[in-house]
Structure formats: structure tokens, C-alpha cells
């Protein structure tokens, strides 16, 4: 376990020394998961959709970045939060140009309820990705919690254009001066 952890480290080092490739440009294979999500029927369809999306997203760019990103991720499953924020620090310092790092370290917050902490990288993810629906809905969450209700609804609004079978969608409200 000790060796794992120490060659895991050396790894991260040498990665980082080397710096992170730009990541994979997606948008043309995620163009038809959006569209086909306008048109589907019901959740289940819906829910598929949005799987392949997250393929797309979980792709880091290179075999280092993937390692963080996975084990950060499985941490995170597993409550591990001090393990998950530390892959994902690293994964942000290395890679400050792929998406999903900052969206999975604001999840990791989230879930802290430091919400103060998830929405810079949420609004991070959003600038690298602005059709991230994840970090959107994710933001949305995050601005709720904070009772930042308004902003929350416009944001929530935003990724339900995307994705209308989000689960979220059950948290719209109607905003001042307008009926849902």
C-alpha cells in the first residue's frame, strides 16, 4: 500500500513536471446527445442520453490525469472527501484547462455542504464548458443551498434547456412576476 501510494505520488510528480495535455474537444460528438435530448419521452431514454455524456466529460486528457480523476472519483463514492480533494487538487493544478477536475472538486464540496468553496469551481467548469449540464445543475444546487434562490432558478432554468428530464427539474419555481 505505502509503495502504491509512493509510486501514485512520483507518478503525479513526473506528470506534472511534463504539464497536462489540452483536453479532447467534444463538441461535435456531444451534438447529437443534446439534440436527441429535446426529443426523447421519457426519463429513461433521457437518462442514457446524459450517460454518454458523461463518458464524453469523464475523458481526461492524458493517462495521468485520467488516473486522478478516477481515483478522485472513487474516493468520492466512497466518502473518502480528504482523498477525493486531494486527487483533485492535483488534478486542477495539473490540468487547469479540463473541465471536469473543477466540476468533481465542486461536487466533493457540494456534498460537504462548503458550498462557498464549490461555486468558483462550478463557475470554473462553466467557463471551460458552458454546456456542462452537471455543472449547471450542479451550480443550481449549490445556489440554492446558499439561498441564493433567484440566481439558483435562472441557473437551473439554463440546464433544463439542455437537459428538460433533469431531476432536478422538480426544484423549479416560478421567478417574480411570472407562472410556470
Same mark, same amino acid.
Given at each position: 500500500? $505505502?509503495? %502504491?501510494?509512493?509510486?501514485? $505520488?512520483? =507518478?503525479?510528480?513526473?506528470? &506534472?513536471?511534463?504539464?497536462?495535455?489540452?483536453?479532447?474537444?467534444?463538441?461535435?460528438?456531444?451534438?447529437?446527445?443534446?439534440?436527441?435530448?429535446?426529443?426523447?419521452?421519457?426519463?429513461?431514454?433521457?437518462?442514457?442520453?446524459?450517460?454518454?455524456? =458523461?463518458?464524453? =466529460?469523464?475523458?481526461?486528457?492524458?493517462?495521468?490525469?485520467?488516473?486522478?480523476?478516477?481515483?478522485?472519483?472513487?474516493?468520492?463514492?466512497?466518502?473518502?472527501? &480528504?482523498?477525493?480533494?486531494?486527487?483533485?487538487?492535483?488534478?486542477?493544478?495539473?490540468?487547469?484547462?479540463?473541465?471536469?477536475?473543477?466540476?468533481?472538486?465542486?461536487?466533493?464540496?457540494? &456534498?460537504?455542504?462548503?458550498?462557498?468553496? %464549490? !461555486?468558483?469551481?462550478?463557475?470554473?467548469?462553466?467557463?471551460?464548458?458552458?454546456?456542462? $449540464?452537471?455543472?449547471?445543475?450542479?451550480?443550481?444546487?449549490?445556489?440554492?443551498?446558499?439561498?441564493?434562490? !433567484?440566481?439558483?432558478?435562472?441557473?437551473?432554468?439554463?440546464?433544463?434547456?439542455?437537459?428538460? =428530464?433533469?431531476?432536478?427539474?422538480?426544484? $423549479?419555481?416560478?421567478?417574480?412576476?411570472?407562472?410556470?
Amino acid at each position: 500500500m $505505502i509503495r %502504491a501510494t509512493l509510486v501514485s $505520488i512520483l =507518478w503525479a510528480g513526473a506528470a &506534472l513536471a511534463d504539464g497536462c495535455p489540452v483536453a479532447p474537444d467534444h463538441t461535435a460528438a456531444l451534438q447529437p446527445l443534446y439534440e436527441a435530448l429535446q426529443q426523447v419521452d421519457n426519463d429513461f431514454e433521457a437518462q442514457q442520453l446524459s450517460n454518454e455524456m =458523461w463518458k464524453y =466529460w469523464a475523458q481526461a486528457p492524458d493517462e495521468a490525469s485520467q488516473e486522478m480523476l478516477d481515483e478522485g472519483m472513487s474516493a468520492r463514492a466512497s466518502w473518502d472527501f &480528504l482523498r477525493a480533494m486531494e486527487r483533485f487538487d492535483t488534478l486542477v493544478n495539473y490540468c487547469p484547462f479540463y473541465a471536469e477536475g473543477f466540476n468533481q472538486r465542486a461536487f466533493v464540496n457540494y &456534498l460537504r455542504q462548503d458550498y462557498e468553496a %464549490a !461555486l468558483p469551481d462550478l463557475d470554473r467548469a462553466l467557463e471551460l464548458n458552458p454546456r456542462h $449540464i452537471g455543472a449547471l445543475s450542479g451550480k443550481a444546487l449549490t445556489l440554492l443551498a446558499m439561498g441564493r434562490d !433567484l440566481e439558483g432558478q435562472k441557473t437551473l432554468r439554463d440546464a433544463l434547456e439542455l437537459n428538460p =428530464w433533469l431531476s432536478e427539474r422538480h426544484l $423549479i419555481q416560478p421567478l417574480p412576476g411570472q407562472e410556470l
